[in-house]
């Protein structure tokens, strides 16, 4: 949907730190037969948190906005909804996503250029 978003890197390393579980079972028992304890659970660090939480607002973000076009788009290009859609219905919808998607990308370049001035502390 997006080419040029770092949505589909940032999700990868996201499934490194998932909360359900882990996918990667190792045991720490060790061969000796002893039980011990497992080592304590590494602290992911702020940098880490601060970037699961943003691909975490960016990925309700997307889905926010994919149920938006969703709705405005069929409720402007489908008048009769039935089993197929038309060349109209075709054309109409290809031409509303497009358009959706180009002000979204023109809302989040001014919207990031607008961040960095603001951290570069200058107007």
Not at 33 to 44: E, F, I, V
Not at 97 to 112: G, I, N, P, W
């Amino acid at each position: 949907l997006c080419p040029n978003c770092p949505l589909k890197a940032q999700v990868s390393s996201m499934d490194r730190y998932s909360y359900g579980g882990s996918s990667s079972s190792s045991s720490y028992g060790g061969s000796s037969g002893l039980s011990s304890s497992p080592p304590p659970p590494q602290k992911p660090s702020s940098e880490q948190i601060k970037r699961q939480v943003a691909t975490q607002i960016q990925m309700q973000q997307l889905q926010e906005m994919i149920q938006k076009i969703q709705g405005t788009c069929f409720d402007k290009c489908i008048s009769k909804p039935g089993d197929s859609l038309g060349n109209y219905e075709k054309k109409c919808l290809g031409n509303c996503m497009d358009r959706y998607m180009e002000a979204f990308q023109l809302v989040a370049r001014v919207a990031q250029a607008h961040s960095q001035r603001a951290m570069g502390g200058g107007m």
